[in-house]
């Protein structure tokens, strides 16, 4: 079983975690280190007050290493490839995928998107193409995803694969601004303040308000609700109820004004909005 291991912090208050194969959510993606702390686990760069093990090894010096770990970064740049497909045949290459961008895609009702020009992709369309590449890893050493679950993809697929990457041992290490998605994905729960991990007793207890939206386009209502600072979550599930979204915040006139808000920027009509509990999972590890 592969181990991960963090050591450091950007102030005098240290820390030292070990995240061993299974699902591990680190609560605090809009803390202003988080997008480093996901940049050096998949070995994008080596910060002064961040060490990043893997089994001991060194992700940013090992290039074979860090081509065995999974990504998805807050903003993906859109490459030089001219489609999408051409942006995913290195990769895959690289990385010792025997599947086909093509099929990899497909899984997640992208298969049409082989063929678009990577300069016509959203940035929310770049972190679903970034999404797809990590998740379709045969054996990646390391998973390390910033909000997964609001990358485009459809949320129920999304969950099942990274639960299928825990049960043989891999590390998943998401980072997360709702402590729902956490329990939602059944993981071990940690903290981020001010770029120090901590433990999850250490975390408050939030409630969470959770809220199922009818939607004319669901799909671009979600796109439009990424940008709300009060909505902690969304979830699209295109096979189940592809016309409804699952939004969450922690404060519920906050969300229930941001699916307006964002509706009428968008031009989108909503035909419901209900209150609903927020969904509970047991925790996902390796068997």
């Known amino acids: 079983m592969t181990l ?6 950007p102030g005098p208050d240290r820390f030292d975690v070990s995240l061993p194969g299974g699902i591990h959510a680190i609560v605090g993606a809009r803390d202003p280190w988080a997008t480093e702390i996901v940049e050096a686990l998949a070995g994008l760069c080596r910060p002064r007050w961040l ?12 290039p074979e290493l860090r081509r065995s770990i999974g990504s998805l970064l807050p903003r993906e740049e859109p490459g030089e490839a001219p489609t999408v497909g051409a942006s995913m045949y290195p990769l895959f290459g690289l990385r010792g995928a025997a599947r086909s961008p093509t099929d990899a895609l497909a899984d997640f009702g992208l298969g049409a998107w082989v063929g678009r020009r ?7 369309e770049r972190r679903s ?15 390390a995803l910033h909000e997964p679950l609001v990358a485009g993809l459809e ?20 980072v997360l601004s709702s402590g729902g998605d956490a ?13 120090r991990i901590f433990p999850a007793e250490g975390l408050p207890s939030v ?3 959770c809220f199922r939206i009818e939607a004319d386009d ?17 979830a699209w599930d295109a096979a189940r109820l592809p016309g409804h979204l699952s939004v969450q915040g922690t404060d519920p006139p906050t969300v229930a004004l941001a699916v307006l808000r964002s509706a009428h920027r968008a031009g989108l009509g909503i035909r419901s909005i209900v209150r609903e509990r927020p969904p509970r999972a047991e925790p996902r590890g390796p068997s």
């Open 4 to 9: 991960v291991q963090l050591r450091g912090g």
């Open 51 to 62: 060490e990043v093990r893997i089994d001991g090894r060194h992700p940013y010096r090992e």
């Open 118 to 124: 990577t300069s016509s992709l959203s940035p929310l």
């Open 129 to 143: 193409v970034a999404l797809a590449v990590a998740l379709s890893l045969p054996a990646p050493s390391l998973l």
């Open 155 to 174: 949320r129920g697929q999304v969950v099942a694969a990274l639960s299928r990457h825990a049960a043989r041992g891999v590390p998943v290490v998401v």
């Open 183 to 195: 329990v939602e994905l059944g993981a071990q729960r940690w903290g981020l303040t001010e770029g």
């Open 207 to 209: 409630e969470v308000a």
């Open 218 to 234: 669901a799909r671009a209502l979600a796109g439009a609700l990424s940008s709300e600072a009060g909505v902690t979550h969304v």
